[in-house]
């Protein structure tokens, strides 16, 4: 039971029971997981641990991660990697070595870590295939993969008593992430944004673009991943009445990499605001501290890469991470998923640009709050929030 003075509420997602996995599970067995903390917040350093993980699930996510960039890029690279492959025959041997090592890739996480940990976590894989297609997306959001993304970057969940189950069950929520880096990882857990606050689906939203890409737009719809338009959207809260989940920077947020201050780029997103008032829907401002140290990205001096990323709604920048691995894993750095109190938003037909500039400030103070309240928890008393 959690105290009665608990204002917060912590879930150390990458240690969760592998038995306690699955669409199944009641979420009052998650609930009990809980740490809880007063008003103040949780103490310095107590939510920024690199926690131990197993060998296979370590591997698997090296290989699983580094698959999953690569087949981003593949479908942009491919008429390059040909045109040279034909006009420049020196290049043929790094050409078959470069696709060579993404075969090998696909081979292992298909042939060897698919089964393995299919039989591993068996409460996230039901025997018996529904015919309910939001119930064959709620199980497929326990997929190995998603879950061993927690264990490996050591994941942990707050949230503010405001959000307790079942006090948001009211409503669809809009959960709007920051910052973006190369990858938001912490956005991952996706059964736990369904299932951890109201019981409804939370479908995550993604570049249009990326929704063409082979194999990886069918993975993502699997998980109910919708087009990041406005259409879409409203459709999803207004219509279907489940949740949104989106990562608020976009793109341009891969390129706010600063060691001394945290940047977000924030000050031009309003058209989620427009959006949450035309549903009468609240916005939950959700912060992932750690995703910006998760990999490097090696930005050309003249911001060509950038620009045409920008443009294009999709990253067209080499970066690295673990062991320098380019386009590879993460570093095993811990990430904290801060999730801040819902700004609720009254239903307007036709929001206005003072009403729309309003919210949008009361969300970025959101941010300003989550940020303070929980960075010395992180260890990064000494770190600033800087909106761009």
Not at 142 to 148: A, D, I, P, Q, R
Not at 273 to 281: D, N, T
């Amino acid at each position: 039971m959690a105290s009665a003075s608990a204002e917060y509420y912590s879930l150390d997602v990458g240690q969760f029971p592998d038995q306690l996995w699955g669409p199944s599970v009641d979420v009052k067995e998650w609930l009990k997981l809980c740490k809880t903390a007063p008003a103040q917040g949780f103490p310095p350093n107590s939510l920024n641990k690199v926690k131990p993980v197993d060998f296979v699930v370590n591997a698997e996510r090296c290989i699983g991660i580094a698959l999953y960039m690569v087949m981003n890029l593949l479908p942009f690279a491919l008429v390059p990697l040909l045109a040279l492959y034909y006009f420049l025959p020196v290049s043929r041997i790094l050409i078959l070595c470069f696709m060579g090592y993404v075969a090998t890739l696909a081979l292992l996480e298909v042939l060897y870590f698919g089964p393995h940990f299919k039989n591993r976590y068996t409460m996230a894989y039901p025997k018996e295939v529904p015919d309910d297609k939001l119930q064959n997306v709620r199980n497929a959001q326990y997929t190995y993969t998603e879950y061993n993304i927690q264990k490996y970057a050591s994941a942990t969940w707050v949230w503010p008593k405001s959000l307790h189950f079942p006090a948001a069950e009211s409503s669809p929520l809009i959960f709007c992430v920051v910052p973006h880096g190369v990858a938001p990882l912490g956005i991952t857990a996706y059964a736990l944004w369904s299932k951890l606050f109201n019981s409804r689906l939370c479908h995550w939203t993604t570049a249009p673009v990326v929704l063409k890409i082979p194999i990886v737009s069918t993975l993502l719809r699997a998980l109910g991943y919708i087009p990041a338009k406005a259409a879409a959207i409203q459709d999803t809260l207004m219509k279907k009445e489940e949740s949104v989940g989106i990562v608020l920077d976009g793109v341009a947020g891969m390129f706010q990499q600063d060691d001394a201050v945290e940047k977000a780029f924030l000050k031009s997103r309003k058209g989620i605001v427009k959006i949450a008032l035309k549903a009468g829907v609240p916005l939950v401002p959700v912060y992932g501290f750690g995703h910006t140290k998760l990999w490097k990205v090696v930005v050309d001096p003249f911001g060509i890469l950038e620009a045409l990323s920008v443009k294009m709604d999709t990253s067209l920048v080499p970066f690295y991470g673990r062991w320098g691995w380019p386009i590879g894993p993460p570093k095993r750095v811990p990430l904290l998923i801060a999730i801040g109190d819902p700004i609720a938003c009254p239903q307007v037909e036709n929001p206005t640009q003072v009403q729309i500039d309003e919210y949008h400030e009361r969300l970025l103070k959101g941010y300003s709050d989550l940020f303070e309240k929980h960075k010395a928890a992180y260890g990064w008393s000494d770190k600033t929030l800087k909106f761009v």
